[in-house]
Each structure stands twice: as structure tokens, then as C-alpha cells.
């Protein structure tokens, strides 16, 4: 079956918000605490494209529709972001 039609560009915004992510930690301080919370947050965080990039090439809508629910979504305490989301992952 032929991709999906998408009118949102997916694909290219996925990758563009693993790079501000990658960028993101890469700025964060390297502490006993953090290392593994950045790293799991890069990990989750890269995986999203990756995840809709299979279900996108999925054989039928109904192929999609499961492939699609085991993209994780990115949630981030406020206590660990200091507040919130930095402004450059939220403008994409």
C-alpha cells in the first residue's frame, strides 16, 4: 500500500524536533541525576520519528492505526525542566 497522504510534514518536523532535542541535552548539567533522565529523554525523544516514519509505511489504515499508538509522547515534570519546556521545542 502506498504512504499515507499527510498535509502536516511529519516526517521532517519529527527529525527537526530530534535535533533540538539532541541539542537541548546536550546544554543540560551532567549530574548522578540527570545522566539517566537525558538519557532516557533522548531515547524516547528520537524514537518518535522513527515511530511514525514504520507507521507511515504501514500495508493498511488499520496497520497504521496500530503502528501509530506506540509513538511515546514527550512529557516533562515541571520540577525537571525548571518550569517548563524550553521555547525552542515547543515551536515546532
Not at 53 to 67: L, P, Q, T, V
Amino acid at each position: 500500500m502506498t504512504e499515507f497522504s499527510n498535509n502536516y510534514d511529519l516526517e521532517e518536523r519529527t527529525a527537526v524536533f530530534s535535533e533540538r532535542l539532541i541539542d537541548f541535552y546536550k546544554k543540560c548539567p551532567k549530574t548522578v541525576i540527570t545522566i539517566p533522565l537525558i538519557d532516557q529523554g533522548i531515547r524516547s525523544g528520537t524514537s518518535i520519528g522513527a515511530n511514525y516514519r514504520e507507521a507511515n509505511g504501514a500495508s493498511s489504515k488499520k496497520d497504521f492505526c496500530n503502528k501509530i499508538f506506540i509513538i511515546p509522547y514527550l512529557k516533562l515534570p515541571a520540577s525537571a525542566g525548571r518550569g517548563s519546556l524550553p521555547k525552542i521545542l515547543l515551536s515546532i
